[in-house]
């Protein structure tokens, strides 16, 4: 995956930031065994995002162009509200939304809550959990993850 975040609204007191940030991801892995789903998709997102003290509340929506055997471009779209509870720990939900992908798709809607816990300045832990909130009855799709974070 590839990326660049081109910010072209600086947030102040009076208004959000906005962002575009295009993504390129390559295939990757046999599509035949689950792993990526055969082609390039490339994301053209915009974002917006503002924060008011220990609050601060961003998202937006993209377009998917999906190169992959049988895939339909697609649209994303998705908005987080997070609260830094100390130095250390920011907890957030958020609500997402996409169309379909692939013919035997259906647009899913969900949410997640997690959490970021910082280890230091550079290092940090993640955690999400979530579930799809359209059709549940006959997907019961959930979702969660642990990650480990860097940055410089």
Do not use: C
């Not at 377009?63 to 339909?72: F, R, T």
């Not at 899913?108 to 059709?135: A, I, K, P, Q």
Request: net charge negative; no cysteine.
């Amino acid at each position: 995956m590839l990326g660049a975040k081109y910010r072209f609204l600086q947030e102040t007191d009076s208004h959000p930031m906005m962002a575009v940030f295009p993504i390129v991801v390559t295939p990757n892995g046999d599509a035949n065994k689950g792993l990526g789903n055969g082609g390039t998709q490339i994301f053209l997102p915009v974002w917006i995002q503002k924060t008011w003290g220990d609050w601060q509340s961003y998202g937006g929506g993209g377009y998917w162009i999906n190169k992959a055997p049988d895939a339909h471009n697609n649209w994303y779209f998705g908005w987080e509200l997070q609260k830094n509870i100390s130095d250390r720990v920011t907890l957030g939900g958020e609500i997402f939304h996409e169309t379909i992908q692939f013919p035997t798709d259906t647009a899913t809607m969900g949410f997640s809550l997690g959490g970021v816990y910082n280890l230091d300045l550079h290092n940090r832990l993640l955690l999400s959990v979530g579930r799809e909130l359209t059709d549940y009855s006959a997907q019961h799709k959930y979702s969660s993850y642990i990650a480990y974070g860097l940055t410089w």
